[in-house]
């Protein structure tokens, strides 16, 4: 817990002028912590293209992808797959599953390959 991959993601989110509101209590690499990060990128980066500003769009968008390929993608399928193996409800499933979907479908749209442990890709 708050290895350095955790660090990592604390800086990406300071970078882009966002802290973790349970900083120390919860590592800053949970999975709703890293989807919610992506999402304030993809915020940003319409607040920027509603500006006309072309260059500080594609700086957001360089960086949704450069950190869902090195965060979440590196993991997040993997977790998604454990959570729909050992969830006891259907909700815990049908999340882990709906979440294997967003991020499948960011993944296709910014062109980054996700990993899955249980494939070995």
Known sequence: ????????????????????EKKYVEPDDHIGLELLFLSHLASLGIQSLEKG?????????????????MHPG???????????????TDF?????????GALSALAEVLEVKLVSQASGQ
Do not use: S
């Open 1 to 20: 817990m708050f290895q350095e991959r955790t660090l990592e993601v604390r800086e990406w989110y300071k970078r882009f002028g966002l802290e973790a």
């Open 53 to 69: 500003d072309q260059a500080e769009f594609n700086k957001l968008l360089d960086a949704q992808r450069e950190f869902l390929k």
């Open 74 to 88: 590196t993991w997040a399928l993997t977790w998604c797959g454990l959570v729909e193996m050992n969830a006891r």
């Open 92 to 100: 815990y499933k049908g999340l882990a599953h709906l979440t294997r």
